[in-house]
Each structure stands twice: as structure tokens, then as C-alpha cells.
């Protein structure tokens, strides 16, 4: 969490100028001021666009101004603001940063984000956005859940606008800040126009009716009426801070320029209809020579702003994150527990809930008595009151939830029940929280844990038995875990939330967390690890191998058994490299034992398709070409998983499959 | 150069030869010779042996062309002078150094270099795993799974690289010819003669006994304990423990902790000694020689290893001695005492440094006490005479006490069954 300090004055200017109390008696001269500078600032991005000094696109709120600066004059420091694509106006309304923000959009090492996020992705002194529709939301939700546990009184602001309703996850989020009660203002800038689709094609129903439904108060103003827009926005404010509830301030108001640019297919007569509504340009008629020094200054700061940005160099790319660039150390595997995996799961969890009080869990039915779909919650909840809370069938919802704690400095662990229903959380996975440390430029980590059960062969069907992994691996600014039982899975989670530091996604297979874990090896054989903290595991022989088997997870079982049978059957000495981490992938264990023996199989339980199997193989190729004289992977066939049970486990890589695998590498 | 004289002993080839003939001297004596370097050749009754000097220094013989020399005996000497006065006999018993040009009888040859990936100090011992088809060669060759101690996962590829091996020795003890019809000796005798194979389970024995010949300096001393009966005590007494041997395995179990040097192997100027007592015991009763082990003999008594031993005879008889039955021995009792034997010469094991004969009992006087012979061989690399000598003697002490004290009950007993009829 940045510990900038929140500013919601112009630094200086228009503080001493007096109200206009005949444009408003609410707003000041201050504000209006405000207006026209963010709009001096859009109109030059757009003047920037044309001139080819930006990148992507630019969503304009000129004509929206108001909204922004009506929520923000209300906030306190300690406030946050999460916003949308069309986020500059709230972003200035709320800090006045124009030259950071010129800089960033212009992506410029001195922009508030070093100049990654550019206009859609910003972090600054209590403002965050993103350019995903929808996601923001229970994103905004986490974090109010965050200020709510603080109890420092301080709400959140979110801003979408009236296109965002076509989301699925904004009514997962109201309902949960609903039923939470979670001090969260949902601020939604009605313009009637998503890009270019008007509102009466898309929207069905009443927009406040929505918020209604979930039982959320809800407020109506609009950016014509300015005291009446002020007044609302301050009732609602005031409402989510005394109430600590959430509240729905509808805003209507109309972008007076395209969705961003060439794109605008209003009909021009609408358009220079609201035109002529335009408080700027009412205040300019009213007070002219006002309106003509607020404009002047305005285009000074601007442009002196895009001289400063133009002065500093480009942002660069995130240096990589180097492999330990270290021999591989194997140490010999002692577990002492007989416990089986789901038990030292919740060992693991009931560990770190004990040492640390951010650690909160969120799930689907995770609650005692039930306590999750495969017991590993247990009493967790009962042990640790209101740390461990059921969510509504909302996986999207509980991971933005979950990443907003994290961002705010908590340590949630979210359970997904099961894997297949992280395509549900994708969104949130991909677009928001592996997104944010980098975009926001290291002003933020985001330690959320997100678990689930995955894996087939217990006769769940197509949809609660798959490997989906690989759709998972290979995002930049997260890590994925396989449990085994080879490893302590206890040992694992107090590791892991001593040192998370970023979105975390641990894969439990369903059928290990029967299994005991132990270091109990085949005779002639040993279970060792790297004497890392996120070890690798290997199943090595006594003597020299004649391949080499990678697996992970739940195929560790099905591999180890395979090694045994190829021995005792087939006289082939086959050794096991089984990462815990997938990603980043440290590929030195496996280029280690590969040296050795040349020959290499790939198990997965997933299908093969892109898939670890594919990187792995690529990469032992491109670091050593040669290095192999033969290899294969064994993965899942390129069909869903039939819930027919004996062809599922026809279907899915058992021991006899993976001996048999090994056996055509070998000979 | 060396400080004392060596004597070169006729090698143990087969169980069968008592002695050799001294086919070639390829040295004069008084002849300075290397380490290595050829000193003679003799014929067992299968092969011809090269016998290579043991050390530097002068070769020292007085045999003839020709002679029978008793195994065990000395050919010749390799001393440090010239004139280095020799012997009349000699109690030191060292090792000649026995090569086949090409093969060296030592550790069996495997299919690839195996490295040591377990650190065995932390694991401890590993005891050989064999796979499925290893433990059916290692039954078709009769081979003793001990022969692959050192290998901690065995395949046929293992066996079979070493029956390669071994097949070089036994060309070495088969005179490098084909067995059967084809076989043309390089023996020649005047005396007309046929020539059999010998099975292949002999010549697994034979390679099991001569890769530990390779590696120790055997001596042996001899004790005798006197005895009333032993045998036909127990026989009669009609308890569990209905042999001697499984007194002598708890007794001699004991004693190799007081004395490990005999639970122990000589290996590249170390001694290793065993953590474990497991005691093998020589069995042979027309199913082929073999060892199988009653593990930790000395955590238990006498009972349960008798009962042990009655279960490794019985498998035995079926012939369903297992790998790990017969490995993991570190000591060995061979016990010939139903064969009337007085004395016999055991050979040690190979990984092991000694192993205990039991001779039969002898009552030269009727219905007078008699005694039988303890015949301890032990590796002279580890132990001396004297040790051995006093380790034998209290096993023959502690054997005279149980045997007075079980006599004395079983007495009690037949007057109470006396008193009571």
C-alpha cells in the first residue's frame, strides 16, 4: 500500500478566489477552476493524439468533470479511489497531480507510475485505476474491507460508468458489499453510451433498481444541476462513512467528445445539445474574463506539464527476474508428520492464522461445520472468529475481494472449490491482480493466496475434475505451486504467507489430500529437496538413472509408482523431478538430472497442448540444445473429462501409462 | 622395499583341491622382483593359476617343479634381503596374488559406472534391491545376491554383466576351454581321466568364495570344547533349541560385539565394522550351499533364533530362500558337526572378515566326556591369532556352561519324572 498522504486541493490556486454564487451556491470558484483545468488537460491529450506524442488511445471525460470533483471534495485523507478508463477527472479532482499524470500518460519515467500504466493505470496518493470493465469493483469492495477492519472510519470510492452494468462481477460485488456492509461508494457516471452503443440497445431495467435489489441505498444526481450533483455526493459520502454501508450515487451526465477517438456515432445533434448544457461553458458566459484566466492557467500548467513530461526519458522495461543463478544443493527428505495432505493443509493454514492476524480466508462454504468442499477449513472459522467467511457463489467477486485486502496490506487466502472454477476468477487473476505491482509501479504487491482443488480421477465429470493450469502459467507477477505429499504442505503455507509478495495460485490436487505425507521412499530410492524455501522435489535413485521423469502435483503419486514398476519390472532406473513452484519455473533441477540421463518424460495431468510439458521441453531444448536424445511428454488426450469414471481413468495419465511412456523413451 | 618377509601362500581356488602342482617357476630364487610381476604358475584340478608377487623385494622358494603344495601353505617368500632368513613354517597366512591376464577377480562388473548418489552414513546401510528379473537370474545361477552389496539397485543387466564377468573366471577355473565333449584340458596326465562340467551352481559358489579370497589374509586357529554330548543332550531334552548351532549363533552373536574385528570387512587399508550382527549360517542339504542370515542375532535369544534358523531350513528345503534372506550377512557359522568331521578349514565370506566352522563331537573313550573343534577363520588384515584364539575359547567356555547348566536342569527333570512314576 502506498503511504503517499492524500491531497484533494489544487496546490495553491483558486483558493482564494470566492464562490460563484450565482452559478452555484454549493460549488466554489476553486472548483470550477478545477474543472477547467482537467478539461484543458483532456483537451491537450487529445491535441497530443493528433500530433502522435501518445500511445494507445485516450478516453476523454470532457463534460463529466463535475462527478470527480463532487465525490472528492467529500473525502478524507485515508479515502481511496479506484476508478475506470475514463479516469483523469477524478484522478486531478483528487489530487491535482497534472504534471505526474502528463508524464505517466505520456509514459515518462516521472509519471506517477514511471510511466507503465499510462492513462488507464494509474497509482497515486490514494487513486487507483484500471481500464477492465466491472473488475474494479470487488477489487474497491476488498479494499473497503480493508478500511473497515482498520475502523478508521475511511470509505472507498469506485467510479464506473453506466456500460459497466452489462458486468456480471459488479452485481457479485454489490451483493457482498451489501451483506458485508462494507463502507463503499459506488459512484456510477450514467453518459448513456457504451463507446458507441447507446444505453437503450444495452441496458434493461432501471439502473438505481440494481442497487436496490441488493439492498444498497441509492442516491440520483446529475452534472447540469451542479448543487443538487454536490449535495448528493456529499449525502452519499456521509451515508457510506456513518453507515458504514454501501451506497449507490447514480450521476448522469453525457461525454461531450468521442468514447476515445474516431469512434463517435452519436448523432451530432444530441451531442451539441448537451453542448449546450455544458457548465464550463455556462460559466464561461457568466463570468468571462473568470473563465478566460481559470482557461489561460489552466493551458500554462498544462502545457508546462507536457514540457516536464517530454523532458524525461521513456520508462523502461522491469528488469527479469533472474533464476538463482546457483548449483542445485539436494538435501535428503525428512517429514516427520503422518498426517494426510488436507490435514497438513490446514495445519499449514491454522499456522499462519496464528502468527498472523492479516491472514483471512474467503471461500465457498468454507465455514464450520462444513468447513470446505474437502474439509480443509474444518474449524477454522470457530478457531478464529471472523477471519474465515463464507462468500456467495461469487469466485470473481472473492478474488477481487481478496486482491483489494492483499493491496491494502492484508493477507487473504482465497479458496476457489473447485480449479475448474478459476476461469470464473480469470479476470481477476490476469487483469487486475498480477497486473497491479507492475502497472502501479511497485507502489503496490498484491499477497493474496488463491487455492484450489484440482485434478480428476474421483469421478467429478468435465467440469469439476480439470487440470487448468497451463491457462494460469506464465503470467508475469505471479507464482503457481503444486502441492504433493512429498512435501509438507504445512510447512509450505507458513513459508509462503511469511513471504508472499505477490498473486499466488496453489494448486491442491483432490486425490493427494487423502494421502499421508511422507518422505517414506521405493527401496533404492530417496526422496530429497532442494534447500530452498520452495523446494524441488526428487525421487532419486542410488544409482545412475536411465531417465528422467518431471511431473508435479498429483501425478507425483502416479510417477512415483510408474518408478517403482519400471524397476521391479522393466530393470529401468528412472528418477522423479517433481517442482513445487511451476512458475517462475527454475529449470536447473531438471537440466541437472537431465545431464545424466539424456532422456526425458514430461507428466502432466492436464492436456498437453501449450501446456508445462511444452515449456519445459522448449526450454531444456533452447538452454542445451542436443542435451536430448530422447524425450515425450504424457498428458491428459485433448478431451473433456467423462464422468464416467473407469474412462475417465482410462483417459487420464495412471502409473501403467507413465512406465509405458518411459519405456518408449528408454528403448 | 618391505621391512619383514611375505610369504606367498598356494591360493584357495576350489573347495575341492586340497593342493596344487607347481606347473612353471618363471623367477630364480634370490631373484628381486616387483610387485606384480609373475612368480609362477600351478594347476588346481580345473586351471592354471598365475601367481604374481605379492610386493618389491627378492623371491625366496625351494619347491620343485612339480610338487603338490597343500592350499594355504607358502610357495615362496618375497623378502626384503637377499639372505633374509626364512621361516621353518609359517602361522602368517597372506594372500597370493591370483590374476587371469585380462580379469581381475574382484568386485563384479556392471553395465555402467554407478555413482554413489545416497550418502549412506546418513541413510544407513542399503541392502541391495533387485528387481523382478534380477532375483530370477540370481536363482537360474545360483548366485549369492551378496555378490552385489555394493550395487544398491540390481538388474539383469547387473546379473547378467556379471555372469559375463564371472564367466571370465570361468574360463580361468575351466582352463578357458567349452565344458562337455569339447572341452580340451591344458592338464594332462598320463593316467586316463574323463572331464564333467561342473554345474553352474558349484561355479557360482566357487566365484562367491573367490572374490573374498581375493581380499583377505585367512588364518585360522582351532580350539576344542569339551563336551558330555551336546548334540544328543538337546536331541533328547526336547526343547525348542534342538541343535547346538543355535547356542553357538546367540553365544558367538554376543561375543562378535566384545570382539568386532570379526564382524567386520578389510577394504583399501580400512577396517569397516558392521553396526549390525547379522549371522549367516551355512546350510547344505543337497539344494546347492547357501547362507542365509538370521539378522541381528544378537538382539535375540536363543529361542527365537532357533525358531529363525527352522524357518530359513524349512524355506530352504523349498527352495524359497528369498534375495534378502541370504544378504545382509556379516559373519558366518558353517557347522559340520553330522558329518564326523575333526576339522575343516571354512572360508570367509566375501564382505566379511571371518567365519566359524563347528566340527563333530568325538568321545574317543566310551561314556567318557569328549570334545569337538571350533575352527575360526578370520581376515589376519583385522585380527591376530591371539584374538582369535581368545574369542573362540570363550564361545568354547560359555557353550561348556550352558551345556552344564541345561544338563543340570534337564537332570532335575528326569529325577522329578523319576520320583513321580
Known amino acids: ?75 478524507q485523507d485515508g479515502d481511496l479511489i479506484f476508478t475506470n478508463h475514463r479516469g483523469h477527472g477524478h484522478f486531478l479532482a483528487r489530487t491535482g497531480d497534472v504534471n505526474g499524470l502528463m508524464a505517466e500518460i505520456m509514459g515518462r519515467k516521472t509519471g506517477v507510475c514511471g510511466g507503465r500504466g499510462g492513462s488507464q493505470h494509474i497509482c497515486s496518493q490514494g487513486v487507483f485505476s484500471n481500464g477492465v470493465q466491472g473488475g474494479i469493483v470487488p477489487v474497491s469492495a476488498g479494499l473497503a474491507l480493508a478500511q473497515k477492519l482498520a475502523k478508521r472510519g475511511n470509505i472507498v470510492a469506485v467510479f464506473i460508468g453506466d456500460g459497466t452494468l452489462g458486468e456480471g462481477v459488479v452485481y457479485e460485488a454489490f451483493n457482498i458489499a451489501s451483506k458485508w456492509e462494507l463502507p ?21 431495467g432501471d439502473i438505481c433498481q440494481r442497487a436496490e435489489a441488493f439492498g444498497i441505498h441509492s442516491l440520483m444526481a446529475d452534472t447540469w444541476a451542479l448543487d443538487g450533483l454536490f449535495e448528493r455526493a456529499a449525502d452519499a459520502v456521509e451515508y457510506v462513512r456513518a453507515q458504514s454501508k454501501p451506497c449507490f450515487l447514480r450521476i448522469d451526465t453525457y461525454r461531450l467528445m468521442a468514447h476515445s477517438k474516431g469512434d463517435d456515432d452519436r448523432d451530432p445533434a444530441e451531442v451539441k445539445r448537451y453542448w449546450s448544457l455544458d457548465p464550463l461553458r455556462a460559466f464561461e458566459q457568466e ?47 525428512r517429514i516427520d508428520s503422518s498426517d494426510r495432505v488436507s490435514g497438513r493443509i490446514y495445519q499449514g493454514l491454522r499456522q499462519a492464522m496464528e ?5 483471512i480466508l474467503l471461500g465457498e462454504d468454507i465455514e464450520s461445520p462444513y468447513g470446505g468442499a474437502f474439509k480443509v477449513t474444518k474449524d477454522l472459522s470457530a478457531l478464529f472468529p471472523g477471519r474465515v467467511r463464507n462468500t456467495p457463489i461469487s469466485e470473481a467477486a472473492l478474488v477481487g475481494i481478496g486482491s483489494g485486502m492483499a493491496m491494502a496490506g492484508e493477507r487473504p487466502i482465497c479458496e476457489i472449490m473447485f480449479g475448474d472454477f478459476l476461469a470464473l476468477a480469470c479476470d481477476q487473476i490476469i487483469n487486475h491482480a498480477a497486473k497491479f505491482r507492475y502497472m502501479y509501479n511497485g507502489k503496490v504487491s498484491v499477497p493474496v493466496v488463491i487455492r484450489t482443488p484440482v485434478g480428476g480421477r474421483r469421478g467429478y465429470g468435465p467440469t469439476h475434475s480439470q487440470s487448468l493450469e497451463k491457462h494460469f502459467l506464465g503470467v508475469p507477477g505471479t507464482r503457481v505451486f503444486a502441492l504433493h505429499h512429498r512435501y509438507d504442505p504445512a510447512a509450505f503455507y507458513e513459508n509462503l ?102 532422456k526425458l518424460l514430461i507428466v502432466e495431468e492436464g492436456q498437453g497442448f501449450c501446456a508445462f510439458g511444452s515449456e519445459v521441453l522448449a526450454a531444456i531444448q533452447e538452454s542445451d540444445p542436443g542435451l536430448l536424445t530422447r524425450s515425450k511428454r504424457r498428458s491428459a488426450p485433448a478431451h473433456p473429462i467423462p464422468s464416467c469414471k473407469p474412462l475417465e481413468l482410462d483417459l487420464l495419465p495412471g502409473s501403467d501409462a507413465i512406465a509405458a511412456s518411459a519405456l518408449e523413451v528408454v528403448r | 622395499m618391505i621391512q619383514e618377509l611375505i610369504p606367498v601362500l598356494v ?15 618363471l623367477v630364480s630364487s634370490g631373484d628381486k622382483v616387483q610387485a606384480e610381476q609373475l612368480l609362477a604358475q600351478v594347476e588346481t584340478s580345473k586351471a592354471l593359476l598365475d601367481i604374481h608377487a605379492p610386493a618389491d623385494g627378492f623371491v625366496r622358494y625351494e619347491h620343485q617343479l612339480g610338487s603338490e603344495l597343500a592350499i594355504g601353505s607358502p610357495l615362496c617368500y618375497i623378502t626384503p634381503a ?32 554407478k555413482r554413489p548418489r545416497h550418502d549412506v552414513g546418513e541413510t544407513g546401510t542399503f541392502s541391495p534391491r533387485f528387481s523382478r528379473s534380477a532375483v530370477r537370474l540370481l536363482g537360474e545361477h545360483n548366485l549369492d545376491p551378496q555378490q552385489f552389496a555394493h550395487l544398491p539397485l540390481v538388474r539383469a543387466q547387473d546379473v547378467v554383466s556379471y555372469i559375463q564377468s564371472a564367466d571370465e573366471i570361468d574360463e580361468l ?40 579370497q581375493g581380499h583377505a589374509l585367512a588364518s585360522s586357529v582351532t580350539v576344542s570344547c569339551p563336551t558330555r554330548g551336546l548334540r544328543s543332550l538337546l536331541r533328547t531334552s526336547g526343547g525348542v533349541v534342538s541343535s547346538p548351532v543355535a547356542f553357538i549363533v546367540f553365544e558367538a552373536a554376543r561375543l562378535l560385539k566384545k570382539y568386532p574385528a570379526f564382524n567386520a570387512v578389510f577394504a583399501e587399508g580400512h577396517a569397516g565394522y558392521y553396526e549390525e550382527v547379522n549371522v549367516g549360517i551355512a546350510i547344505d542339504y543337497g539344494k546347492g550351499l547357501l547362507v542365509p542370515v538370521v539378522r541381528n542375532a544378537d538382539q535375540k535369544d536363543a529361542i527365537e533364533i532357533a525358531e529363525e534358523l527352522r524357518d530359513l531350513m524349512y524355506k530352504y528345503l523349498r527352495q524359497e530362500l528369498k534375495a534378502e534372506d541370504l544378504s545382509g550377512g556379516t559373519f558366518v557359522v558353517s557347522d559340520l558337526s553330522a558329518e564326523g568331521v575333526v576339522s575343516f578349514l571354512p572360508l570367509i565370506n566375501q564382505g566379511q572378515s571371518a567365519i566359524l566352522g563347528i566340527a563333530s563331537e568325538l568321545f574317543p573313550v566310551a561314556d567318557a566326556p569328549g570334545s569337538f573343534n571350533f575352527i575360526l577363520t578370520f581376515d589376519h588384515q583385522l585380527a591376530e591369532g591371539r584374538m582369535a584364539a581368545q574369542f573362540v575359547n570363550e564361545l568354547a567356555e560359555r557353550l561348556q556352561t550352558r551345556e552344564a547348566s541345561l544338563r543340570s536342569q534337564t537332570e532335575v527333570t528326569q529325577e522329578q519324572e523319576n520320583t513321580n512314576s
Open chain 1, 1 to 75: 500500500m502506498s503511504p503517499e498522504s492524500n491531497h484533494h486541493a489544487f496546490g495553491g490556486i483558486g483558493t482564494s478566489v470566492p464562490a460563484m454564487s450565482r452559478a452555484s451556491s454549493v460549488v466554489t470558484a476553486a472548483e470550477f477552476e478545477q474543472a477547467f483545468l482537467i478539461r484543458a488537460f483532456e483537451q491537450k491529450l487529445l491535441g497530443l493524439f493528433s500530433e502522435g506524442k501518445l500511445f494507445g488511445t485516450v478516453h476523454t471525460c470532457i463534460g463529466q468533470e463535475f462527478s470527480g470533483l463532487a465525490v472528492c471534495r467529500n473525502l
Open chain 1, 184 to 204: 463503499l461508494l459506488i459512484a456510477l457516471e450514467n453518459n448513456l453510451y457504451a463507446q458507441s452503443t447507446a444505453q437503450r440497445q444495452t441496458l434493461a
Open chain 1, 287 to 333: 463570468y468571462p474574463e473568470q473563465a478566460a484566466g481559470f482557461k489561460m492557467r489552466a493551458q500554462e500548467r498544462v502545457a508546462a506539464a507536457v514540457e516536464d513530461a517530454e523532458a524525461s526519458p521513456f520508462t523502461e522495461a522491469e528488469p527479469q527476474e533472474a533464476p538463482a543463478n546457483r548449483d542445485v544443493r539436494w538435501v535428503p527428505a
Open chain 1, 355 to 359: 502468527s498472523d492476524d492479516r491472514v
Open chain 1, 497 to 598: 504467507l511469511q513471504q508472499i509478495d505477490r498473486p499466488t495460485l496453489v494448486l491442491e490436487n483432490k486425490v493427494l489430500y487423502a494421502k499421508n505425507v511422507s518422505s517414506e521412499a521405493p527401496q533404492g530410492f530417496r526422496w530429497e529437496h532442494t534447500d530452498e524455501q520452495f523446494p524441488c522435489t526428487r525421487l532419486c535413485p542410488a544409482a545412475s538413472a536411465d531417465i528422467t521423469i518431471v511431473c508435479y502435483g498429483g501425478m507425483l503419486e502416479e510417477a512415483e509408482k510408474a518408478v517403482d514398476q519400471l524397476f521391479e519390472e522393466h530393470d529401468v532406473i528412472a528418477e522423479i523431478i517433481c517442482p513445487l513452484q511451476l512458475y517462475p519455473l527454475d529449470l536447473n533441477p531438471i537440466l541437472e538430472s537431465v545431464r545424466e540421463t539424456r
Open chain 2, 11 to 25: 591360493p584357495q581356488e576350489t573347495v575341492n583341491d586340497e593342493t596344487v602342482k607347481l606347473t612353471a617357476w
Open chain 2, 82 to 113: 637377499v639372505d633374509t632368513p626364512l621361516p621353518r613354517s609359517s602361522p602368517v597366512i597372506a594372500a597370493a596374488k591370483v590374476r587371469k591376464t585380462a580379469t581381475k577377480i574382484v568386485a563384479p562388473r556392471t553395465t555402467s559406472e
Open chain 2, 173 to 212: 577355473v575351466s582352463g578357458a576351454m567349452p565344458a562337455g565333449d569339447a572341452f580340451q584340458p591344458a592338464f594332462a596326465s598320463s593316467v586316463p581321466m574323463r572331464w564333467e562340467s561342473l554345474p553352474r551352481r558349484k561355479l557360482g559358489e566357487i566365484r562367491r568364495l573367490w572374490s573374498a
